[in-house]
């Protein structure tokens, strides 16, 4: 009697399990991005008219990039995520590796619709984002203008944020050290690059707070705790829009990347994912991204219906965008691994 | 009889499936992952054989350079080679960009015809590269189980240390178990006054002392680490009062240091250390202090040869839990420390998030694991005549 009920138990459990299982395979897109100010201003913008659109739920996700987060649920099957917004180098690696569905570009309206940089096999690029200089113009009356002033603790006293890890850390430091902003991964490859750059950082070390997610910069700045940090151009405009701060970006020296719209790979949504996309490269979508968000746009005629006032805060302004450089993701693709051993042990010592 | 043996064994069996499940398959393949040479002998078949007699001290064989080109020929799965370049790029950076693009040279190169590798790129007469791929070829691998070391191995195969701008994880690691330990010294000089006051009251107050320590473990550890920052901080309410009351004269470094780490991580964990000695001072019968006292004895021997003895169960429970769990910790450290908090689950994540490098991941967390077990072990010793007593 009491087998005959464990196993009526069983069929029980299984059956659940079944349900729960057939529950995955009918999801409902999944949207991954960023989350915060970004994300909030990308449901307006993107999931929620395209959700009204297909009169179908849009399900959106944040997460912290990784391609090991990418690799884990492509491996396993059936991944959870359809469409995934990733980093320059997160495309790259995970393009070459078969992470990513190949995109269908004839629905994206071709590739000349977008900046060159922007194009990519697996990837459309969603925005274009800066890391640079910012502080806060209430509390700094000289107001910094290079990275050399970052490194300049006698003028102006006080610790400086910048993110922990040795992206961005090493290239700041060598334009620190004099070398133009266009040389610094020629000289980050050249033999005694990376030794040079980590001497500069040597100088402020002890002056230096490392933050690791992109709202610390801006409460580092805020309360006082830093008197300038490195920090996501995005992250400066929001708050100054949203708590009425003052804070002020230098954009000479400054690096900037694009994220990707991505799908990965067995996605079950697939088709779903790829109208997604195209939806939200669509120049009249994407040119209302920066009344909420100062990021720049990969879709050339998007990027021309911006008016001029919120143009000129963009990474891809002409102004801002002079004296800035790229991230070299075959660089840091290949090297990251080697040099964040290398920065947390100089991190330790 | 069988029968019940059945159902015996079915009312079991979900532990038995979840333990196999959820502790040992992963202890398992952790261990696998860390040690298995992964997949470049199997995209590079034909080079594996061509380097397989060289001993590596001199020029790689000439035939190396035409094995790879034919290897490079044939049609992998993606993803297959995509593993083979993240194991060879972890022992020698610049092999994720070299490989696609040796292979893309290749292809588009006529058949049959001699490619020219160095060519290609100038990285292919470096005999470092190729003594990486040889040595990437077996299945099984130390690589990862040494680097975890800080060891590799040198030109001629022997063990070594790498170079000392190069070392961080045995200086990590030896970190994680100090800051382990303090935080775990701190939740006993807090806890154990705490839990015994608990135990002493009654009614509301003992409600509202055990609802202090155990408020913090229904807020998220997040929120909790943010408002230590707010605390904290230069311009926080601690230095605030400080300075208002004229105690200080400049801001004391509370965070972004190892206080800072200390304090929050304190904080977090304090409440697995007032639980257990509580419920071990509970079971203690009223009468056994007012005896001692009556027998003469001061207060702190009381203390010292009544009560404490009884509350050790709870209170090497206590340690050893605070101590597991702290080992594990880096989203506080991360948060509220300095340049050099960083402990060994940060490096962990970085390798399994951020590069995907498993091999890695697995080999750190097998060396955390070990002296993790071994301290259970010893504590189980040490409990046994506490719990026979």
């Given at each position: 009697m009491t087998a005959m009920r464990n196993i009526k138990l069983a069929g029980l459990v299984a059956g659940v399990l079944g349900l729960s299982m057939t529950g995955a395979m009918a999801r409902d897109l999944t949207v991954v991005s960023w989350g915060g100010n970004y994300q909030d201003a990308q449901r307006k913008i993107y999931f929620k008219p395209f959700s009204d659109l297909s009169k179908k739920p849009v399900l959106d996700e944040s997460w912290d990039g990784g391609i090991g987060v990418l690799q884990a649920k492509v491996k396993a099957g059936a991944p959870n995520w359809d469409a995934v917004q990733v980093e320059a180098e997160e495309l790259a690696i995970g393009c070459a590796d078969g992470l990513f569905e190949k995109l269908d570009w004839a629905k994206l309206g071709?590739?000349?619709?977008?900046?060159?940089?922007?194009?990519?096999e697996c990837g459309v690029g969603a925005i274009v984002w800066s890391t640079l200089l910012s502080y806060d113009s209430e509390k700094l009356k000289t107001a910094p203008t290079s990275w050399a002033d970052f490194w300049d603790t006698t003028k102006f006293p006080g610790k400086r944020g910048l993110r922990r890890g040795p992206k961005y850390a090493l290239e700041f430091a060598l334009m620190a050290d004099g070398v133009p902003a266009k040389e610094v991964y020629k000289v980050l490859r050249a033999p005694g690059g990376v030794d040079r750059a980590f001497k500069k950082l040597d100088a402020i070390k002890g002056d230096i707070l490392f933050w690791e997610s992109g709202a610390q910069p801006l409460q580092l700045l805020k309360s006082g705790q830093v008197v300038m940090t490195s920090a996501y151009n995005g992250r400066i405009s929001a708050i100054n829009k949203t708590e009425g701060t003052k804070f002020k970006t230098v954009w000479p020296g400054s690096i900037y990347a694009i994220d990707s719209w991505t799908i990965l790979k067995g996605s079950p949504n697939k088709d779903q994912a790829m109208d997604f996309i195209a939806f939200a490269s669509l120049p009249e979508n994407q040119s209302k991204l920066p009344q909420d968000i100062a990021y720049g746009l990969p879709s050339k005629a998007a990027a021309a219906a911006v008016p001029a006032d919120l143009a000129a805060d963009l990474p891809t302004a002409p102004q801002n965008f002079e004296g800035a450089i790229a991230i070299d993701v075959d660089f840091w693709n290949d090297n990251i691994e080697e040099l964040t051993k290398r920065f947390n042990a100089w991190l330790g010592k | 009889m069988i029968r019940q043996r059945l159902n015996a064994c079915l009312l079991v069996a979900p532990l038995v499936v979840f333990l196999g499940l959820f502790f040992i398959w992963p202890l398992w393949a952790m261990l696998v992952t860390s040690v298995q040479g992964g997949t470049v002998r199997e995209t590079f078949p034909q080079t594996a054989i061509a380097l397989?007699?060289?001993?590596?001290?001199?020029?790689?064989?000439?035939?190396a350079g035409d094995a790879i080109v034919a290897d490079l020929r044939l049609e992998v799965p993606t993803e297959r080679f995509g593993d083979s370049v993240r194991t060879l790029n972890s022992q020698y950076p610049g092999f994720r960009t070299l490989l696609p693009r040796t292979a893309r040279a290749v292809r588009e190169a006529p058949a049959g015809e001699k490619v020219d590798l160095a060519g290609i790129d100038p990285r292919w007469t470096d005999r470092a590269l190729w003594l990486v791929m040889k040595r990437a070829m077996p299945a099984y691998t130390d690589a990862n189980l040494l680097a975890a070391l800080d060891l590799r191995r040198d030109d001629a195969g022997a063990i070594a240390a790498v170079p000392p701008e190069m070392a961080v994880n045995r200086a990590t690691m030896t970190r994680t178990f100090v800051i382990s330990a303090q935080v775990t010294l701190l939740c006993i000089a807090i806890g154990l006054p705490f839990a015994m006051i608990t135990a002493s009251l009654t009614g509301w107050k003992r409600n509202l002392l055990l609802v202090a320590v155990l408020l913090p473990l229904w807020t998220s550890l997040l929120v909790r680490t943010a408002s230590w920052m707010i605390l904290l901080q230069d311009n926080g309410l601690i230095n605030q009062a400080l300075l208002g009351l004229g105690i200080i004269d400049r801001p004391l470094a509370l965070i972004y240091n190892r206080a800072g780490v200390l304090i929050a991580m304190t904080h977090v964990l304090l409440p697995f250390m007032v639980l257990p000695i509580y419920a071990s001072l509970l079971a203690i019968p009223k009468n056994l202090l007012p005896a001692a006292a009556a027998l003469g004895a001061r207060p702190w021997q009381s203390f010292l040869h009544v009560l404490l003895p009884l509350a050790m169960p709870g209170l090497l429970a206590g340690s050893l839990l605070v101590f597991m769990v702290a080992l594990g910790y880096y989203i506080t450290p991360a948060l509220t420390g300095g340049a050099g908090d960083q402990m060994i689950s940060s490096v962990i994540a970085f390798y399994a998030i951020g590069t995907a490098n498993w091999g890695m991941a697995g080999a750190l967390g097998l060396f955390l694991l070990i002296p993790t077990t071994a301290l259970y072990l010893v504590y189980g010793r040490l409990s046994k005549p506490a719990g026979a007593a």
């Amino acid at each position: 009697m009491t087998a005959m009920r464990n196993i009526k138990l069983a069929g029980l459990v299984a059956g659940v399990l079944g349900l729960s299982m057939t529950g995955a395979m009918a999801r409902d897109l999944t949207v991954v991005s960023w989350g915060g100010n970004y994300q909030d201003a990308q449901r307006k913008i993107y999931f929620k008219p395209f959700s009204d659109l297909s009169k179908k739920p849009v399900l959106d996700e944040s997460w912290d990039g990784g391609i090991g987060v990418l690799q884990a649920k492509v491996k396993a099957g059936a991944p959870n995520w359809d469409a995934v917004q990733v980093e320059a180098e997160e495309l790259a690696i995970g393009c070459a590796d078969g992470l990513f569905e190949k995109l269908d570009w004839a629905k994206l309206g071709g590739k000349d619709k977008f900046i060159d940089s922007a194009v990519s096999e697996c990837g459309v690029g969603a925005i274009v984002w800066s890391t640079l200089l910012s502080y806060d113009s209430e509390k700094l009356k000289t107001a910094p203008t290079s990275w050399a002033d970052f490194w300049d603790t006698t003028k102006f006293p006080g610790k400086r944020g910048l993110r922990r890890g040795p992206k961005y850390a090493l290239e700041f430091a060598l334009m620190a050290d004099g070398v133009p902003a266009k040389e610094v991964y020629k000289v980050l490859r050249a033999p005694g690059g990376v030794d040079r750059a980590f001497k500069k950082l040597d100088a402020i070390k002890g002056d230096i707070l490392f933050w690791e997610s992109g709202a610390q910069p801006l409460q580092l700045l805020k309360s006082g705790q830093v008197v300038m940090t490195s920090a996501y151009n995005g992250r400066i405009s929001a708050i100054n829009k949203t708590e009425g701060t003052k804070f002020k970006t230098v954009w000479p020296g400054s690096i900037y990347a694009i994220d990707s719209w991505t799908i990965l790979k067995g996605s079950p949504n697939k088709d779903q994912a790829m109208d997604f996309i195209a939806f939200a490269s669509l120049p009249e979508n994407q040119s209302k991204l920066p009344q909420d968000i100062a990021y720049g746009l990969p879709s050339k005629a998007a990027a021309a219906a911006v008016p001029a006032d919120l143009a000129a805060d963009l990474p891809t302004a002409p102004q801002n965008f002079e004296g800035a450089i790229a991230i070299d993701v075959d660089f840091w693709n290949d090297n990251i691994e080697e040099l964040t051993k290398r920065f947390n042990a100089w991190l330790g010592k | 009889m069988i029968r019940q043996r059945l159902n015996a064994c079915l009312l079991v069996a979900p532990l038995v499936v979840f333990l196999g499940l959820f502790f040992i398959w992963p202890l398992w393949a952790m261990l696998v992952t860390s040690v298995q040479g992964g997949t470049v002998r199997e995209t590079f078949p034909q080079t594996a054989i061509a380097l397989a007699d060289w001993d590596g001290a001199g020029e790689p064989p000439a035939a190396a350079g035409d094995a790879i080109v034919a290897d490079l020929r044939l049609e992998v799965p993606t993803e297959r080679f995509g593993d083979s370049v993240r194991t060879l790029n972890s022992q020698y950076p610049g092999f994720r960009t070299l490989l696609p693009r040796t292979a893309r040279a290749v292809r588009e190169a006529p058949a049959g015809e001699k490619v020219d590798l160095a060519g290609i790129d100038p990285r292919w007469t470096d005999r470092a590269l190729w003594l990486v791929m040889k040595r990437a070829m077996p299945a099984y691998t130390d690589a990862n189980l040494l680097a975890a070391l800080d060891l590799r191995r040198d030109d001629a195969g022997a063990i070594a240390a790498v170079p000392p701008e190069m070392a961080v994880n045995r200086a990590t690691m030896t970190r994680t178990f100090v800051i382990s330990a303090q935080v775990t010294l701190l939740c006993i000089a807090i806890g154990l006054p705490f839990a015994m006051i608990t135990a002493s009251l009654t009614g509301w107050k003992r409600n509202l002392l055990l609802v202090a320590v155990l408020l913090p473990l229904w807020t998220s550890l997040l929120v909790r680490t943010a408002s230590w920052m707010i605390l904290l901080q230069d311009n926080g309410l601690i230095n605030q009062a400080l300075l208002g009351l004229g105690i200080i004269d400049r801001p004391l470094a509370l965070i972004y240091n190892r206080a800072g780490v200390l304090i929050a991580m304190t904080h977090v964990l304090l409440p697995f250390m007032v639980l257990p000695i509580y419920a071990s001072l509970l079971a203690i019968p009223k009468n056994l202090l007012p005896a001692a006292a009556a027998l003469g004895a001061r207060p702190w021997q009381s203390f010292l040869h009544v009560l404490l003895p009884l509350a050790m169960p709870g209170l090497l429970a206590g340690s050893l839990l605070v101590f597991m769990v702290a080992l594990g910790y880096y989203i506080t450290p991360a948060l509220t420390g300095g340049a050099g908090d960083q402990m060994i689950s940060s490096v962990i994540a970085f390798y399994a998030i951020g590069t995907a490098n498993w091999g890695m991941a697995g080999a750190l967390g097998l060396f955390l694991l070990i002296p993790t077990t071994a301290l259970y072990l010893v504590y189980g010793r040490l409990s046994k005549p506490a719990g026979a007593a």
